[in-house]
Every structure is written in structure tokens, then in C-alpha cells.
């Protein structure tokens, strides 16, 4: 990529890998979970895992793949705190909890909610810990793409581990993603409208790739396309590339098109630039996630590990 990418266009970039990745988080779930489910598992291991590996030390010693937090050690997590940090109806969550609960996802006890140790143990569990580690190298070497850590280099490794810390990067990625979601939810008013619109953000501009270059002289918005070159997206296409069912797809396609969120034309829905411009706000957010990421994976040895795999796979 070329080396003379101006500061708003790196970060229209970043945002762009970013809402990718959330995207790829947030379908990486188990067939079972439907997107809302996903996300309230997410927010209960979080809140579990938390106390028990807030300092670097901790990290590491639950970082390897057959290792992680025990259940003496993970902190529950209230239905009422849970529905509070999801802007959920307690009642909602009470009925979704209870049904994950006898999938044997969750399990409860006087102060609250836990993922289970088992749950993590699984083939399943670790297949997708490995899934979230090869995400946050993908997204790491496409940000390494637009030098986006050029001016802000990370750190080397504190500590090395004896084995790469698969379980520390895929709960420092569970940490990033929860953030951002929040940080963009006001834009879809709810979680599974945010996930709608993402993905039509997504079909709408994926034949242009990650890099956001503006026209000289022209202002423009951060994201530096014009609606004329958007490709409208039908209902039916969304519904398959987000697993929403096409009804309610439709549904909310028609809600956010009353609300002005996104438009629909001969061939399909577009988000307008203007709605871009919400995305946009959130660019200083998402530079400072990226870089906490990033960061974190450096001082855990995860990054050393990726540029040897990065040796090998260039020399093979």
C-alpha cells in the first residue's frame, strides 16, 4: 500500500477493517447461538474473566489453549447488571439466560451468571479460541497494510510464553469487540440493527477494499465514496451474509428506511453517505482500541509469534 495515506484516510481505512472484524467476531459464533445469544455469552465471560486476568502476569499464565480461567476463580455476572450493560429488558434476558442454561452454556448460582470452565475446554471452545487468534493476526497484518502503526510502534514482548497465548489474544479481541459495538450502537438503535447495517455497509462497498483514498480539493466525508458508487444490496442477499432470518430483515430494512438510516432503489438498499458519516465519529475510538489491542498482544508475546509464523509461511 502507498506510503503517503493521509491521517483521515488511514482512519476511514482502520474503520473499515474494523467493522470487518467485528462482522467475522460476530458470525464466528456456535450455529446454536443466534446473534443476541452470542453476544450475551460474550458479555458474561468478560465480566467472568476480568478479575482474574487484569494484570499481565494473569494473562499469561491462562494463555494457553489447554489452560484457562478456573470457575473458584470467575466473578458471575447479575441477569440485572447483564440486561443494564446491554440495554436490554431484564425479562428478555431472564428468558434468553434460562434457555442458554439448559444448552449447558451458562450456569447460575446465588450471585449470578457463569460460563462455565468446561465450556472454554470443549473441541468446540478451543476451535474457536483458535478462530478468534487467527482473526486478530488477519485483522493485525491488514492494519501492518496501511502502516498503521507506523507512528505509534508497539512494544516488545514483556514476557515470553512457553506456548502461543492463544487464550490471551482471543479475550484481549473478546474486549476490543465489545467496545466497539457499543461505540457504534447508537447508530442502529439496537444490536441486531447495528448488525444489519454493518453488513450492508459491508456488501454496499466490498468491491473497493480497504483502502478509503479522498479526491484532492473535494471535502468529502471519511468514508470518501460516493453513494453513485455503492452497490445496492437486496434483502434476500443481507439476510443470507448476516444469518438474520429474510423477514425479519425485511422488517428492519423497512424501519431503518423510514428512519432515514438507509434508502432502497431498483436493486437493493444502500446506507448513505450522511449515515457513513455516524461510522465516522467514531474514528478517534477505534484508534486508540486498535492501538490498546495491539498493544496488549505485543506485550504478551502474540505478535512475536505471528512475524515467525509470517517467516515461515513467506519461506515455504
Same mark, same amino acid.
Given at each position: 500500500? #502507498?506510503?503517503? /495515506?493521509? #491521517?483521515?484516510?488511514? +482512519?476511514?481505512? !482502520?474503520?473499515? %477493517?474494523?467493522?470487518?472484524?467485528?462482522?467475522?467476531t460476530?458470525?464466528?459464533?456456535?450455529?446454536s447461538?443466534?446473534?443476541?445469544d452470542?453476544l450475551?455469552? !460474550?458479555?458474561?465471560?468478560q !465480566?467472568n474473566?476480568?478479575?482474574?486476568t487484569?494484570?499481565?502476569?494473569?494473562?499469561?499464565?491462562?494463555?494457553? &489453549?489447554?489452560?484457562?480461567?478456573?470457575?473458584?476463580?470467575?466473578?458471575?455476572i447479575?441477569i440485572?447488571?447483564?440486561?443494564d450493560?446491554?440495554?436490554? @429488558?431484564?425479562?428478555?434476558v431472564? @428468558?434468553?439466560?434460562n434457555?442458554?442454561?439448559?444448552?449447558?452454556v451458562?450456569?447460575?448460582?446465588?450471585?449470578?451468571i457463569?460460563?462455565?470452565?468446561?465450556?472454554?475446554?470443549?473441541?468446540?471452545?478451543?476451535?474457536?479460541? +483458535?478462530?478468534?487468534?487467527?482473526?486478530?493476526?488477519r485483522t493485525?497484518?491488514?492494519?501492518?497494510?496501511?502502516?498503521?502503526?507506523?507512528?505509534?510502534p &508497539?512494544?516488545p514482548p514483556?514476557?515470553?510464553?512457553?506456548?502461543h497465548?492463544?487464550?490471551?489474544?482471543s479475550?484481549?479481541?473478546l474486549?476490543?469487540?465489545? @467496545?466497539?459495538? !457499543?461505540?457504534?450502537?447508537f447508530?442502529?438503535?439496537?444490536?441486531?440493527?447495528?448488525?444489519?447495517? /454493518? +453488513?450492508? +455497509?459491508?456488501?454496499?462497498?466490498?468491491h473497493?477494499?480497504?483502502?478509503r483514498?479522498?479526491?484532492?480539493g473535494?471535502e468529502?466525508?471519511?468514508?470518501?465514496?460516493?453513494?453513485e458508487r =455503492?452497490?445496492?444490496?437486496s434483502?434476500?442477499t443481507?439476510?443470507?451474509a448476516?444469518?438474520?432470518?429474510?423477514?425479519?430483515?425485511r422488517?428492519?430494512? =423497512?424501519?431503518?428506511?423510514?428512519?432515514?438510516?438507509?434508502?432502497t432503489g431498483?436493486?437493493g438498499?444502500?446506507?448513505?453517505?450522511a449515515? %457513513?458519516?455516524?461510522?465516522?465519529?467514531?474514528?478517534?475510538?477505534?484508534r486508540?482500541n486498535? %492501538?490498546?489491542l495491539?498493544?496488549s498482544?505485543?506485550?504478551?508475546?502474540a505478535?512475536e509469534?505471528?512475524?515467525?509464523r509470517?517467516e515461515?509461511r513467506s519461506?515455504s
Open positions: 500500500m #502507498n506510503n503517503d /495515506m493521509s #491521517n483521515a484516510e488511514m +482512519q476511514a481505512s !482502520a474503520l473499515v %477493517i474494523a467493522r470487518d472484524t467485528l462482522l467475522e460476530w458470525k464466528g459464533r456456535h450455529p447461538l443466534d446473534p443476541i452470542a450475551l455469552v !460474550a458479555t458474561v465471560t !465480566a474473566l476480568e478479575p482474574a487484569s494484570s499481565l502476569e494473569n494473562q499469561l499464565e491462562y494463555s494457553a &489453549l489447554d489452560r484457562t480461567v478456573p470457575d473458584a476463580s470467575r466473578r458471575p447479575s440485572s447488571r447483564l440486561a450493560s446491554m440495554d436490554l @429488558r431484564f425479562e428478555t431472564r @428468558r434468553r439466560v434457555r442458554l442454561k439448559g444448552l449447558g451458562f450456569t447460575t448460582e446465588p450471585s449470578g457463569v460460563v462455565p470452565e468446561q465450556y472454554f475446554l470443549t473441541s468446540h471452545g478451543k476451535a474457536a479460541v +483458535q478462530a478468534s487468534d487467527d482473526l486478530t493476526e493485525y497484518w491488514r492494519l501492518v497494510s496501511i502502516n498503521y502503526f507506523t507512528g505509534d &508497539l512494544p514483556a514476557l515470553r510464553p512457553a506456548q497465548p492463544y487464550r490471551a489474544v479475550r484481549l479481541m474486549s476490543f469487540s465489545l @467496545r466497539m459495538l !457499543a461505540e457504534f450502537k447508530i442502529g438503535g439496537d444490536y441486531l440493527n447495528l448488525l444489519l447495517l /454493518m +453488513q450492508l +455497509q459491508q456488501l454496499n462497498t466490498m473497493l477494499g480497504d483502502q483514498k479522498s479526491t484532492p473535494i468529502q466525508s471519511v468514508s470518501f465514496i460516493d453513494d =455503492r452497490v445496492p444490496v434483502i434476500a443481507l439476510s443470507r448476516s444469518g438474520i432470518p429474510f423477514e425479519t430483515t422488517r428492519r430494512l =423497512r424501519d431503518l428506511t423510514e428512519r432515514g438510516v438507509c434508502y431498483e436493486h438498499y444502500i446506507i448513505p453517505s449515515v %457513513i458519516d455516524d461510522f465516522a465519529k467514531s474514528a478517534g475510538p477505534n486508540m486498535f %492501538i490498546r495491539y498493544r498482544c505485543a506485550l504478551v508475546g505478535i509469534s505471528w512475524e515467525a509470517m515461515v519461506a
